[in-house]
């Protein structure tokens, strides 16, 4: 016989979703337990696909919800999301606003006391005759050198060769660090031909004009001419000279 009573307590604790977009309304209860027998998805985490050009009793026959005509309602239509007919964009009316130098950064490839001690010590490096970055694109030191290397401090404690480096730059404690030796820490400056000249001469049928050194880092390279064919040197002694010498001529 059946009990009323617990028929009545099982039915209050079903709980009906009130999920009326989806196909059909999904019955669960609180499972004590996961078990095969109660896995389901949430309510509302699966919908019927919507189906169209099905007749004008759905809703969405005829033109299947797409209008009538016109470029949107063609298969594989594409407007872009600025397109205003033809007619100039508004951001093409609008003036550009700032710019970026960073794409004509200098980077230098970093290298440090730890990579030229190593270096010496196995004999792939003469302290006795000055270092080239030539000597270290040979040793397979440092990745591709698109600009030239810089000599970092790491390492400097365990470093006690007297050494003469010529580098594109080094860091103020690595300068340091060379002085102190004894040793001359020089830089110099090659641009992107030179720099290939330098490594790989025998792909050149001629030796190219050194490079002038830019204004910007005259500070840097004090013994690199530049300016337009070598008017002002970095020290500016061609260029005081110059203006010594209107100086005395419009005096006498």
């Given amino acids: ?33 996961v078990s ?4 389901r998805d949430n309510p509302g985490a699966v919908t019927r ?4 050009g099905r007749g004008i009793g759905s809703g969405r026959g005829k033109t299947s919800t797409r209008g009538h005509g016109g470029q ?14 033809g007619q100039t964009q508004l951001f093409k009316k609008m003036r550009k606003y700032g710019f970026s130098n ?14 030229l001690d190593r270096l010496i010590k196995e004999n792939r490096l003469n302290p006795e005759e000055t270092i080239t970055m030539k000597h270290l694109f040979d040793a397979n030191c440092t990745g591709a050198i698109k600009h030239g290397i810089k000599l970092l401090s790491n390492g400097k404690e365990n470093f006690k060769h007297k050494i003469n480096i010529e580098l594109s730059g080094f860091s103020e404690s690595a300068r340091k660090t060379i002085e102190d030796l004894g040793g001359v820490a020089q830089n110099v400056y090659y641009d992107r031909v030179g720099l290939r ?7 050149f049928d001629f030796v190219p004009k050194r490079a002038r050194v830019p204004l910007k880092y005259a500070d840097k390279y004090p013994d690199h001419i530049t300016g337009y064919m070598g008017a002002f040197s970095t020290k500016g002694e061609k260029f005081n000279k110059e203006i010594e010498k209107k100086e005395e001529e419009e005096q006498q």
Avoid: Q
């Fill in 197 to 203: 000249f330098l490594f790989k001469p025998h792909k």
């Fill in 102 to 115: 960073a794409k004509f950064e200098r980077v230098l490839n970093p290298i440090n006391f730890n990579i």
């Fill in 36 to 39: 095969l027998n109660n896995l």
């Fill in 72 to 85: 949107k309602a063609r298969a594989g239509h594409n407007i872009p999301r600025a397109f205003e007919g």
């Fill in 1 to 33: 016989m059946f009990n009323l009573a617990n028929i009545c307590k099982s039915f209050s604790k079903i709980t009906i979703s009130n999920n009326i977009t989806g196909f059909r309304t999904i019955v669960s209860s609180k499972p004590t337990e």
């Fill in 49 to 52: 696909k919507v189906r169209v």
